[in-house]
């Protein structure tokens, strides 16, 4: 495994932030896995594993190694009357390999077309959009733990999956490299399209994959920034979901409050980008970090704005938000202090 010395991480984050890394190194094989594994054990020193860099903010430089997953293959696993099986390696690129099952005629990925970043990262906060998680189909990953070197298997209800919630993000943490996944996509597609935006796109059309992962690649493409445009790193923050009586009590003083009843109504999550572009955040920006005109929830990096700029606006947003409907919003993406 070959170890670089004092990299920029500025084309290795989508929010484009020039900070460095002491050491970074790329995964591209078992024997990577165990060298890292040797690594971590003779070095007192930070790891961390990195994807895309989709859901990363680095607030400052990183005195540490920085693992890249560069793990790739995808393959049919099985197939049985009801579902087909496939798999993927923890470094394959997220909608190439959404956009492959579906171009093999099968179905159960497509509202999760175009979110970036890797295949190993998707279980981290169970990536969701359009009313689909993974966890609806994720049938089970393979993960090799960094303090032992044992390869181990997780099926769906061992992952402990919740909303942008795992195992790996609350107790695991820097300690199981993901190296595949496997989902379970049944011959009998379920089309999830009852959410606002894809329902219209989707009047009339005889629903197939394809078509609905095209609508929902070009709404993602009308209402997000493209990181390749202008940087960031998607939604900032959390929907938070509150008590019925919390958001009862919110929605009679702000009557426009969205609501979207969760865990069989005894709470209701409501919308984030709603309650920070009611303080007036769309479109702020302070040199060269701000928050994008077009959604409210996503900070962005007009050029060249440090992970500390990025995270100062984002202290003002929670406490603006915190002041005005006395909600905490929580970050989505780590913050790498
Ligand atoms: C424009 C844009 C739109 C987005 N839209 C969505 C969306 O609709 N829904 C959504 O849920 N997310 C969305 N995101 C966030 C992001 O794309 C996802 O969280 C994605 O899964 C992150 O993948 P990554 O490979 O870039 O992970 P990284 O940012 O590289 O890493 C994220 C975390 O995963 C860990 N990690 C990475 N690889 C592995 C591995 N193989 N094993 C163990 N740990 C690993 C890292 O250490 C880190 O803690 C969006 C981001 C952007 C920029």
């Known amino acids: 495994m070959k170890i670089n010395e004092n990299v920029s991480l500025k084309d290795l984050n989508t929010f484009g932030v020039a900070a460095n890394t002491k050491y970074l190194c790329e995964i591209t094989n078992l024997q990577d896995i165990e060298a890292l594994f040797e690594w971590r054990s003779k070095h007192n020193l930070p790891a961390l594993l990195l994807g895309g860099g989709s859901n990363l903010l680095f607030k400052n430089d ?3 190694l920085i693992a890249k997953v560069c793990l790739s293959g995808k393959d049919i696993a099985e197939e049985d009357d009801e579902a087909v099986y496939v798999s993927a390696a923890g470094g394959e690129n997220w909608h190439e390999f959404v956009r492959w099952t579906i171009d093999k005629g099968f179905a159960g990925l497509e509202n999760l077309s175009l979110i970036p970043g890797c295949v190993g990262a998707a279980p981290i906060q169970n990536i969701g959009a359009y009313g689909v998680e993974l966890s609806n189909t994720l049938h089970s990953l393979q993960a090799v733990n960094l303090d032992n070197g044992d390869i181990l298997e997780f099926d769906n209800e ?27 996509l049944p011959k009998k597609p379920e089309w999830h399209i009852n959410y606002a935006g894809l329902r219209e796109a989707l009047e009339g059309e005889v629903l197939t994959a394809d078509v609905i992962s095209q609508a929902v690649i070009s709404e993602r493409q009308r209402k997000l920034p493209d990181p390749a445009q202008i940087g960031n790193a998607g939604s900032f923050f959390k929907n938070p979901v509150l008590k019925v009586s919390e958001f009862e009590s919110l929605k009679s003083e702000h009557g426009e409050l969205p609501g979207f009843p969760q865990n069989h109504n005894h709470e209701v999550k409501t919308s984030a980008g709603w309650l920070i572009d009611q303080c007036g955040w769309k479109g702020h920006r302070v040199g060269d970090a701000g928050v994008s005109d077009k959604h409210a929830l996503v900070l962005v990096n007009h050029g060249n704005a440090t992970g500390t700029e990025l995270w100062q606006i984002a202290e003002d947003i929670i406490a603006s938000v915190e002041d005005k409907f006395g909600i905490t919003l929580e970050p989505e993406p780590r913050v790498i202090k």
């Open 62 to 64: 990183f005195e540490g």
């Open 158 to 184: 061992l992952c402990k999956f919740g909303y942008r919630e795992s195992f790996f993000k609350s107790q695991a943490l820097d300690k199981l490299l993901i190296t595949s996944v496997t989902f379970r």
